[in-house]
């Protein structure tokens, strides 16, 4: 792959990335709902970082490069952030309300009319509002995994929040060659110093740093996509380099730096059968947001002898269909109304076409 001007004008593999990066949250999410969390192989072997980390990483690269690229070509700062909201909430609001208004009164160990006027069942639809509340009232409480109802959702905050740093970042004139290496420091720093040096161990904070510093790597990569070299012997490196290091300090930061490099290559790799992976549809978000009350459900209806690859299997299918459904009738649609408020690319700034 070589960094010339037409680079990104050919076909991309980021509807296969994020397809794989959902089914990966799905089959590590299968660990813990079994009640084998410690057995997942991705944290087993790396001794850093979950399946369901990985995967999650790999959305946000792609977001943080993509995102970038929609920014610098949205006509205002509104019509940025309505494009967001568009591909965001829609999807979100018919998962939420799956869950609160028909899986919930399923599977309820509390009587209808007391699920329904409890203020437990209305604050969960604060997940509209990205307001990240797990439980419903007597709901999947006798799970092996309890009480948690979709437990994806806690990402979709952070997302939002790396939205509105892109703004930001834009606004203030740093969203360009150069400045972007500034917020990266600080994020780098700390994320493998001040959180560690002080004691923070926040749930909220950490994430945000890591996921902020592998988000905005995707920015990074963007504004320099045409000046980086893109090359196997790189990628093949930069993957070698991790293997050695797993259940290291040093495979943990190496680990930041190889993954939007390789995602990011990845995305462009000449593989003609993957590039044509979405032609049918991105049901990368669907089966992302509405895989973990399928999976619990699955786990309500099978009981807890339930094995891994069993509850991977047996919950697939049907999150995979509400994807499909959840693409064609929320999500396309709303993608259409994001042209509204499209420009067309400024010299040297096209967007990839996979920006969703």
């Known amino acids: 792959m070589h960094p010339t001007g037409s680079f990104h004008t050919r076909e991309n593999n980021f509807d296969f990335l994020r397809f794989f990066a959902a089914a990966l ?5 299968c660990y813990p709902l079994v009640g084998r969390k410690m057995d997942e192989p991705l944290t087993v072997l790396t001794g850093y970082e979950k399946g369901g980390g990985i ?14 690229a929609s920014y610098l070509n949205s006509r205002s700062p509104v019509s940025f952030l309505t494009k967001r909201a568009l591909r965001i909430l829609p999807a979100l ?3 939420v309300l799956l869950s609160a208004f028909v899986i919930g009164p ?7 009319d007391n699920y329904l006027t409890s ?81 923070i161990d926040s749930f909220f904070v950490t994430h945000i740093f890591k996921l902020g510093l592998l988000y ?6 963007y504004l320099y996509r045409d000046a980086i070299p893109w090359r196997g012997w790189i990628a093949a490196l930069l993957f070698a380099s991790l293997l050695p290091t797993f259940h290291t300090f040093i495979g943990s930061v190496l680990y ?5 490099y390789l995602v990011i290559y990845l995305a462009y790799a000449p593989l003609p059968w993957v590039s044509k992976f979405g032609k049918y549809g991105d049901f990368s978000y669907g089966l992302y947001i509405y895989a973990f009350p399928f999976q619990q459900l699955t786990m309500y209806l099978f009981g807890h002898d339930t094995g891994v690859f069993q509850l991977a299997l047996i919950s697939f299918v049907p999150t995979l269909l509400l994807a499909v459904l959840s693409w064609h009738l929320i999500e396309a649609p709303a993608m259409k109304l994001k042209r509204l408020f499209a420009t067309a690319p400024h010299p040297g700034r096209a967007a990839p076409s996979a920006e969703r």
């Open 55 to 68: 995967a999650v990483g790999i959305f946000f690269v792609i977001s943080g490069y993509l995102i970038t």
């Open 25 to 29: 949250v799905l089959f590590a999410h």
């Open 106 to 112: 399923m599977v309820t160990s509390w009587r209808l």
């Open 93 to 95: 609001t018919v998962a």
């Open 256 to 260: 930041c730096i190889a993954l939007p």
């Open 119 to 199: 203020a437990k069942t209305w604050e969960y639809l604060k997940n509209i509002l990205l307001i990240t509340e797990y439980e419903l009232p007597g709901v999947f409480n006798q799970n092996v995994y309890p009480d948690v109802v979709n437990g994806s959702l806690w990402t979709l905050p952070l997302e939002v929040m790396m939205y509105m740093g892109v703004l930001a970042l834009g606004l203030v004139g740093f969203l360009r060659r150069g400045l972007i290496f500034l917020p990266l420091a600080v994020l780098a720093v700390g994320h493998f110093w001040a959180l560690p040096q002080f004691g």
């Open 216 to 221: 905005y790597s995707g920015a990074a990569l």
